[in-house]
Nanobody, 117 residues
């Protein structure tokens, strides 16, 4: 089992920045990848950014150059630095952890990000 707790969401104006944090606990030694998903009202959940145990990262095209995903060396915390925020970034952001050995996904409770124009 892996437990995930997000923090850092809020209300900002377009062009401003926010940093989301996700603290992981439990069997984190088997986590292969962690990432951030988001879900806007009426839309499907989409992958925003992910970081793998080897250090490689992956981004949604619309956030490339604006968002940066990173993690600490112990996989205890994953961050999403969001710059130049746009109203279309408004969504609930969820932290995700994938355990390769069991092929299980774990989710945080979500944190709201609202960007006003």
């Amino acid at each position: 089992q892996v437990q995930l707790v997000e923090s850092g969401g809020g209300l900002v104006q377009a062009g401003e920045s926010l940093t989301l944090s996700c603290t992981a606990s439990g069997n984190i030694e088997h986590v292969y990848a962690m990432g951030w998903y988001r879900q806007a009202p009426g839309k499907e959940r989409e992958l925003v950014a992910s970081v793998y145990r080897g250090g490689s990262t992956n981004y949604l095209d619309s956030v490339k150059g604006r968002f940066t995903v990173s993690r600490d060396r112990g996989w205890n915390t994953v961050y999403l630095q969001m710059n130049s925020l746009k109203p279309e970034d408004t969504a609930v952001y969820y932290c995700n952890a994938w355990v390769m050995t069991t092929r299980e996904n774990y989710w945080g409770q979500g944190t709201q990000v609202t960007v006003s124009s």
